[in-house]
């Protein structure tokens, strides 16, 4: 590492949990930008795996690891809380010390790009309360989408991504708005889409009554709620390597998020904040697999595979 790099000013939060190969290259990244605050969340081993008590402890063993100026701050739990109460109070416990934060979770390899992306921007949408989420993912496949660096987009995906404590204060676990906005029909609002509709009402019904143990959909519901965007750059900044058995969600190994690239800097900023519908579309079929697009959509999409 170069002392002569420029340093992150923006804080960094690393979430860790059993898994300390995947851990410390994630962490090779961060040491690479350098962040002057460094947060790092483990959960506690799981009572009912014993093998955890020694992989948690390998993990945590990065904190020594820290060979820059950097102020580090560490959050280890004695007791496993599981995947949603971890991270979520994780991301409270490092917003009570910092209004903008970056997040890694452990499998996540960010490209050099991915840390001055989310600085910039970070910087750029700090007062924009249309603005929720900067993301380091980009699914969409083939050649991008836009003549500038990023678009807007209603999905937040968290393979990779920054925020400001004021969009994080909407935030409930417990999606405790829900039952009026299923029953209000809501999201027919949000999507204007029957199987869109019909797909996240199966997904936010299953959050709040408790049977998936996560925390972004429950961010997803935050934002919707306000009505807030998401920051998607033009390629894609984050490789998520943690799909296998050992993963809490992503257990299929042919999963693996694509490859990290680079941007070019200068950033190239659009003139407006507007969603890209079409790009969501493709994100509601591709992504999530369902969700309805129209002719002139299927076109475009079809000849752009074949540029």
Known sequence: MSESAPRLNTSVLLLIFNRPTLTFATFERIRAARPERLFIASDGPRGDRPEDATAVEQARTLTGMVDWDCEVKTLYRNHNLG??????????????????????EDDCLASASFFPFCTELLERFSDDQRVFVISGDNFQQGPPRTPYSYYFSRYNHCWGWATWKRAWRHFDLEMRLWPEIRDGQWLVDVFQDPLAVGYW????????????????????????????????????????????????????????GPPAENLIFPLSHPSYVLRDDHADAWTQIHHFGFGTVGLWDRIRYFLRSRL
């Open 201 to 256: 009402t199966r997904v936010f019904d299953e959050v709040h009554a408790g049977k998936i143990d996560t925390w972004d959909y429950q961010w997803t519901f935050a934002c919707w709620m306000q009505g807030g965007l998401t920051v998607l750059p033009a390629v894609n900044l984050v490789q998520n390597v943690g799909f296998g058995e050992n993963a809490t969600h992503t257990k299929k190994e042919s999963c693996h």
């Open 83 to 104: 995947c949603a109460r971890a991270v979520s109070s994780a991301i409270d416990w490092a917003f009570e010390s910092v209004d903008e934060l970056i997040i890694l």
